[in-house]
């Protein structure tokens, strides 16, 4: 009785002194009754009591793993006594590390779900959570690839997005070409993955397991020996092994413009080009293509026109096209492409193919070469053979239709023609002759007169006058000349004294005859001697010099006033000598 009536007052006194109602997963530990399950006498709740009732914590936590690998004191977390629905797992999720707590570590797109725990942890236990794919994901393979989906699938993409990573040279048929492109599903049908042998009922190890084969069968079933996976329509066939072997463009010609129609084994004509190619020359050529032409470009053939023919190409003539000489259209607006190159007959003179450029109207006859050069068709390189030196010079840059006029009387080479008169007018209206070479030369530019000599004039050029210049004497004048009246540099009858271009610095106390006293190397005077009158210049006289008796002065002279040196002096004493 006592015991019953102490266990009553037991719990009523346990309900008196709760702190609130225990959790709903301690509810069967409510009453005051059952406080020792977790409560020590005298003591607060202790880890030991805590985990005789957690007893797979308790593991954890002896082997130091999991959230509680570190626990001392499981009230330091799990604080009780806050009702029935109060939370005893107060987890921080935003600092929890996944992958040291749990061994587990969360990536890619399984990272974004850490923050909703839920999602993978269904159960009120967090320890119920698999780490194996299947445990969340339905496996759609249907066990037929194992349990281990890392081997296929990433955390990085979604489980669809897989197959553009998957490495399937792991697989026993690699992917290569255009099989990369190729979706899993057209040979990965009903979701077979292993043990793949068979396709369509065919064998998976050959070509035919996929693709139909165009050539019935002809050529085995071993398409790699002719084509690659880098594209179907791409031929890899060693047509080296053939009899004839493909070069040049012909490596690049589709198959088919020559195996037409499906008759690949059966043989093709190749001995002779027009086998293929339509015969541009119309018969014209006897020989093979392959005479001229290489399978390299079947335009620009390289052919020998010198040793060949009798009509060798050079200057102008190399970079044409054959059509511009063989062919048998000869009308201009007929396009080059529409022309029939024809090879026989080609005429190699020059009027054959310029016979609407020839400015000569045939008077030269049909052939150019004598004057002209296929580098430039010009003239500059011809040479007159008549009289070449006559044609240099300044005479070699002069147009050849300077000279060479139409219906002109004096033929080009003739002597009349070589004469001066019959090209230059007279510029000295007839005062030197016609015969210009005996000053000009065609060799001097602007046909300046370095042939002239005045030595043979009759007035030589001595001392400075050798460096005066033409102009100095010899001016422009308008007036009667030997051949006509007109304006010309005037060269017969010119003065030859001194008065004529110096002016008298004596004021006309001498006559004009510079040369008695002067000369032209330098028109100083030289030693002069007074004549007949030695005896006065001899002994102390003859310390003088002519300054100190001929003073300038200024007054009236001879030829009127100025001032100059005076020259008629007294000759007695009393003239230098002042009486004292």
Not at 121 to 133: E, I, N, P, V
Not at 361 to 390: L, M, N, W, Y
């Amino acid at each position: 009785m006592f015991g019953l009536l102490g266990s009553a007052r037991a719990g009523q006194l346990g309900a008196l002194v709760s702190p609130g109602p225990l959790a709903r997963a301690h509810a069967a530990l409510e009453g005051g009754t059952k406080c020792q399950q977790c409560h020590e006498a005298g003591r607060k709740v202790t880890a030991v009591r805590c985990l005789s009732c957690h007893k797979p914590i308790a593991a954890r936590i002896a082997a130091r793993k999991g959230v509680h690998r570190s626990v001392t004191e499981c009230v330091s977390c799990h604080v009780d006594h806050a009702g029935v629905d109060g939370d005893l797992r107060h987890l921080k999720v935003a600092g929890f590390n996944h992958a040291a707590a749990t061994g587990y570590a969360l990536s890619g797109l399984h990272a974004g779900a850490a923050v909703t725990c839920a999602a993978c942890h269904k159960g009120r236990s967090f320890l119920d959570a698999r780490t194996s794919c299947n445990g969340c994901h339905v496996d759609v393979h249907k066990p037929s690839l194992g349990s281990d989906c890392s081997r296929c699938h990433t955390t990085e993409v979604r489980f669809k997005q897989s197959r553009k990573g998957f490495d399937h040279s792991t697989a026993r048929f690699a992917l290569s070409g255009a099989h990369s492109a190729v979706t899993c599903e057209k040979c990965h049908q009903g979701g077979q993955f292993r043990d793949m042998k068979m396709l369509r009922g065919r064998d998976l190890g050959s070509c035919v397991a996929c693709h139909d084969d165009p050539h019935g069968k002809r050529f085995g079933s071993g398409c790699t020996s002719c084509h690659t996976t880098a594209m179907w329509k791409t031929p890899s066939v060693n047509h080296a092994r053939t009899p004839f072997p493909l070069a040049g463009a012909h490596a690049k010609v589709a198959c088919a413009k020559c195996h037409q129609g499906k008759a690949m084994t059966e043989p093709v004509r190749h001995d002779r080009c027009a086998a293929c190619h339509a015969d541009a020359h119309r018969g014209s050529v006897k020989e093979d293509c392959r005479t001229c032409h290489t399978d390299t470009s079947f335009k620009g053939a390289p052919f020998d026109h010198a040793g060949q023919t009798r009509f060798a190409l050079d200057g102008k003539h190399v970079g044409l096209a054959c059509a511009k000489c063989h062919t048998s259209v000869s009308d201009q607006r007929v396009p080059l492409a529409k022309k029939v190159l024809d090879y026989r007959d080609a005429k190699i003179e020059c009027v054959s193919c310029h016979a609407d450029r020839d400015p000569h109207k045939g008077q030269f006859g049909r052939t150019c070469d004598s004057c002209h050069r296929a580098a430039t068709f010009s003239v500059k390189g011809f040479i007159h053979s008549r009289a070449p030196e006559f044609y240099a010079g300044q005479h070699a840059t002069v147009a050849c239709e300077k000279c060479h006029v139409p219906d002109k009387m004096l033929r080009p080479g003739t002597p009349a023609a070589m004469q001066c008169v019959s090209c230059h007018n007279d510029v000295h209206l007839g005062q030197v002759g016609a015969q210009c070479e005996r000053c000009h030369g065609v060799e001097d530019a602007k046909f300046a007169a370095k042939k002239f000599s005045h030595e043979q004039s009759r007035y030589p050029l001595t001392g400075k006058h050798r460096q005066t210049e033409c102009t100095k004497c010899h001016h422009e004048e308008t007036r009667a000349f030997p051949s006509r009246t007109g304006t010309a540099v005037a060269f017969a009858r010119i003065v030859t004294e001194c008065a004529a271009c110096h002016k008298d610095p004596h004021i006309g106390q001498v006559d004009l005859r510079c040369e008695t006293c002067h000369q032209t190397a330098s028109f100083a005077i030289t030693p002069f001697v007074h004549k007949g009158m030695d005896d006065f210049f001899g002994g102390f006289h003859r310390k003088y010099a002519c300054k100190d008796c001929h003073k300038a002065e200024t007054g009236t002279f001879p030829a009127g006033k100025g001032t100059t040196v005076r020259f008629l002096v007294g000759r007695t004493c009393a003239a230098c000598h002042p009486r004292f």
